[in-house]
């Protein structure tokens, strides 16, 4: 396989696509005065980065074309043809996750199935022109007359039924006098056309399954297909975004439209699918990890779910600026984690209050502290920021450092802690090791240290410490569980994986084992009290946030490993 990573330019202006370009030709010449996109998911999953893309894509045309002063509008439909895979829950979790992501849908959430009876009286109206009828080969028959790519399909023996008659069927299927499966209604197109979607497709077929909305009140369902142009068109939608997947689709589109009476035809555009390295975009796929107990849940932080990614501590301004920068084409938008990560640290970097935590501590005993005599100072939340306050940040006669920032044998060019050598503590001292005690095994178990009483806010006299590392004052240290994800997979395309055989290999094979690690870590008292979901920097270490399930603030303190500082993630693939 070719390097499909790539990498976009993140100076690149922003804000301009295709797509735009078609709506601003579109605004030129007249044939609109406004805009109408809309975010049309099916409520049967939780939403994941891809979905991300989208709503920012159709909801960020709406945000730009009225900030520029011309009338635009976004709506949130959902599509809800498929009641056994549809559910509130996941109904609910999608306006939230708009919500969440910074967007407002005009006027009321949308559902296809409140279109229900007129999509019903407008296959009437098909069947009326004699361009559907009711058909009742079974779902393998059906599959053998449609032929195949390069092979034409064969007519329905059912296809030449007079109209009163498929009126009168399609009729009997409303009411329920027929089985499940028994018939269903098909358009009448051409079943020797190259595309298979035109093969005179099932519009609507039997169920009896219950609704999220309309109960027991239909029999029949519409299809996808048929439903989403109708949708489209009842609301005055002009510019209707998909995926490339739907370009095969277009040619029905626009025949269903052509052949009502509906007096609206919004512009069907696709645009290449977010793929994510290292992730899955397919809600079947992500549903799988989750009943599996692969993951906690859709929300376990490794998970590319919005509302995982939003546990993790990734930021909505971070999510947007990612979807900026993945762009808007038709050409493969396969993006390396990195980007995303990027995005977020970058949005995070003025955002977030610094505080220092220590991961992985050593004891370090400081021999000549003083009780009363040994002060301590006051440090800005931010370097840049002075209205995010300060706070003390306290020391004591025994403190943590993070066991990497000692080293008793240390490379060249060291510059944190030695045996015998000064490193300042962030915010307070000049220390100097000066005993290394190891237990019976070697491991070093504590540093005995004194430190430069003159060095507090102070450099020290007749020498440069250029070293400074964190730390955390062990008499008033905060216990934290803290929780560091990694990848979740160890593949950077987990289900494109062939074995031996050719066939593709399960993708649950390729969960990373390492993906979480949960220490319990010491951190600032001044983070005791942080509301679920604040976000820190820990000095040094990267960007933290409080958990939202777990974190009680003045009791358990839970943080998430959103991001580290730097970009840790090899080139891939
Ligand atoms: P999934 O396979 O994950 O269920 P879907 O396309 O079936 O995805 P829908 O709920 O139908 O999910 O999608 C709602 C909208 O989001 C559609 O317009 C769809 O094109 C878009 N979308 C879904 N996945 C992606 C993606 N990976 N990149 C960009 N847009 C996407
Ligand atoms: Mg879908």
Redesign the pocket.
């Known amino acids: 396989m070719s390097n499909h990573s790539s990498a976009p330019d993140t100076n690149a202006p922003v804000g301009t696509n295709f797509i735009r370009t078609v709506i601003d030709s579109d605004l030129a010449s007249g044939k609109h005065q406004r805009t109408v996109t809309r975010?049309?998911?099916?409520p049967?999953?939780y939403l994941?980065v891809?979905?991300a893309?989208?709503i920012c894509l159709n909801f960020g045309i709406k945000e730009d074309y009225k900030a520029r002063g011309l009338a635009a509008e976004c709506n949130l439909r959902f599509?809800d043809t498929n009641p056994e895979k549809e559910s509130e829950e996941y109904a609910q979790s999608i306006q939230a996750d708009v919500h969440w992501l910074g967007f407002e849908w005009d006027g009321q959430v949308r559902w296809a199935s409140d279109y229900f009876e007129r999509l019903y009286q407008y296959a009437e109206e098909l069947i009326g022109k004699g361009l559907a009828f009711v058909c009742e080969l079974n779902a393998e028959q059906m599959r053998e007359y449609r032929g195949n790519f390069g092979e034409p399909g064969r007519n329905s023996p059912f296809r030449d039924r007079p109209v009163a008659e498929n009126l009168a069927l399609f009729r009997a299927m409303r009411a329920g006098e027929f089985a499940d499966g028994e018939k269903t209604l098909r358009l009448r197109i051409d079943m020797a056309s190259p595309n298979l979607n035109m093969r005179d497709p099932v519009i609507y077929r039997i169920r009896r399954a219950h609704h999220i909305r309309t109960g027991d009140q239909w029999c029949i369902y519409p299809m996808y297909d048929y439903t989403h142009c109708i949708s489209d068109a009842l609301e005055g939608i002009t510019h209707s975004?998909?995926?490339l997947e739907?370009a095969d689709h277009r040619p029905l589109y626009d025949w269903v439209l052509a052949n009502i009476s509906i007096g609206c035809h919004p512009q069907q555009i696709e645009?290449s699918?977010?793929?994510l390295l290292y992730a899955l975009?397919?809600?079947?796929k992500?549903n799988q990890l989750v009943t599996d107990g692969l993951v906690s849940g859709w929300d376990d932080p490794r998970m590319p779910t919005v509302i995982g990614m939003r546990r993790r501590g990734y930021s909505p301004a971070g999510i947007r600026l990612f979807a900026e920068r993945c762009g808007v084409s038709k050409s493969e938008?396969v993006i390396d984690y990195s980007l995303l990560e990027g995005a977020v640290r970058e949005t995070l970097e003025a955002e977030a209050p610094r505080v220092m935590a220590v991961l992985d501590p050593i004891k370090v005993t400081l021999s000549n502290y003083e009780a009363g005599v040994t002060g301590s100072r006051s440090a800005p939340f931010h370097p840049q920021h002075p209205e995010f306050g300060e706070r003390d940040v306290p020391i004591s006669g025994h403190i943590y450092i993070e066991r990497e920032d000692f080293a008793e044998v240390p490379p060249a060019g060291w510059q944190r802690l030695t045996l015998g050598a000064e490193v300042r503590l962030r915010y307070s001292y000049v220390i100097k090791c000066d005993e290394v005690i190891k237990d019976a095994a070697g491991t070093v178990v504590e540093l005995k240290c004194s430190l430069d009483p003159a060095t507090l806010g102070q450099n020290p006299v007749g020498r440069k410490v250029k070293g400074v590392i964190h730390w955390i004052s062990a008499e008033h240290a905060q216990e934290a569980e803290v929780r560091l994800y990694e990848r979740l997979f160890t593949e950077p395309r987990p289900d494109a994986v062939r074995g031996e055989d050719g066939q593709y290999v399960d993708f649950k094979q390729f969960i990373n084992p390492e993906s979480l690690r949960v220490l319990t870590a010491y951190v600032e008292p001044a983070v005791r009290d942080a509301a679920p979901e604040t976000r820190y920097q820990f000095e040094r270490l990267g960007y933290f946030v409080t958990d939202r399930h777990d974190h009680v603030p003045g009791g358990k303190v839970v943080f998430n490993r959103t991001v580290g500082l730097k970009d840790s993630w090899t080139k891939s693939a």
Do not use: I, M, V
């Open positions: 975010f049309p998911p099916e049967n999953g994941h891809g979905h893309k989208s599509d975004l998909c995926t739907f645009f699918r977010l793929e975009t397919s809600k079947r992500l938008n």
